[in-house]
């Protein structure tokens, strides 16, 4: 079952299990009303026929709501998007899950956990944050050199959540040594975008974008900067 929007209307997949009863999600809907002309935005669900076919959109969009109906799918929908080229942005849970398949399948972590779905992991290089920043706003930095600070630049910006974890500091350095980019920091969240280079876009952010298009701002820099690279 192809996802191929045609050669006039490139088409973004946001892969996810949606459920209006979230906030996060409601956004995400008023985001794709705010693409502009000849691109089209859609969901799908993890546990769908059409997931295992993501890698023929023109590009993916890891949304929140983990842990999500099938995981499995959603690991090889992100490193197909890491070595294929395709555009891709995680935002929370998609950040968690980006950072984790980097660590298995780059770093050679074979045992990378996620402390939601395994508290009792060995090897937690996402854990639970300091403090619950859920439906928190915090200041949020771009890391001077990287592509997220070309993007916002020097001033701190305010970056919505509704999250519990994030990429544990102990991991960060051994993660950075294989190019992984740590591209966004703020207070409670430590770690807040990560990102690589070479690659035409691959950006995962713990903050959420998207926050604000129920109100009808404009598309945030990091969801424009996604879709131009579309």
């Known amino acids: 079952m192809s996802i191929s929007a045609g050669a006039s209307m490139k088409q973004i997949v946001l892969l996810g299990d949606r459920n209006t009863?979230?906030?996060?999600?409601?956004?995400?809907?008023?985001?794709?009303?705010?693409?502009?002309?000849?691109?089209q935005g859609r969901w799908v669900g993890t546990d769908s026929a059409e997931a295992a076919h993501v890698s023929d959109a023109d590009g993916l969009w890891l949304v929140?709501?983990?842990?999500?109906?099938?995981?499995?799918?959603?690991?090889?929908?992100?490193?197909k998007a890491r070595t294929s080229g395709q555009p891709f942005l995680g935002t929370c849970a998609g950040f968690?899950?980006?950072?984790?398949?980097?660590?298995?399948?780059?770093?050679?972590?074979?045992?990378?956990?996620?402390?939601?779905?395994?508290?009792?992991?060995?090897?937690?290089v996402i854990d639970r944050l300091s403090c619950s920043?859920?439906?928190?706003?915090?200041?949020?930095?771009?890391?001077?050199?990287?592509?997220?600070?070309?993007?916002?630049?020097?001033?701190?910006?305010?970056?919505?959540?509704?999250?519990?974890?994030?990429?544990?500091?102990?991991?960060?350095?051994?993660?950075?040594s294989h190019g992984l980019i740590?591209?966004?920091?703020?207070?409670?969240?430590?770690?807040?975008?990560?990102e690589l280079a070479g690659h035409r876009f691959f950006m995962a952010t713990l903050f959420q974008p998207q926050i604000g298009s129920l109100e009808g701002r404009p598309l945030h820099p990091v969801v424009r900067a996604f879709v131009d690279a579309v």
């Open 96 to 124: 968690q899950y980006a950072v984790l398949e980097f660590a298995r399948n780059v770093v050679g972590i074979a045992d990378a956990d996620h402390a939601e779905t395994n508290p009792g992991g060995r090897t937690l």
């Open 182 to 194: 740590v591209s966004a920091r703020a207070d409670d969240a430590g770690a807040e975008a990560i």
């Open 21 to 39: 009863s979230y906030l996060t999600h409601r956004e995400l809907d008023a985001a794709l009303k705010l693409l502009p002309p000849g691109i």
């Open 133 to 176: 920043l859920e439906a928190k706003e915090r200041d949020v930095t771009a890391v001077p050199g990287s592509r997220m600070h070309a993007l916002c630049g020097n001033a701190p910006f305010r970056g919505f959540h509704w999250c519990n974890f994030g990429l544990a500091p102990a991991y960060v350095e051994r993660l950075a």
């Open 64 to 79: 929140p709501g983990s842990p999500y109906r099938d995981d499995a799918v959603v690991y090889a929908a992100i490193a």
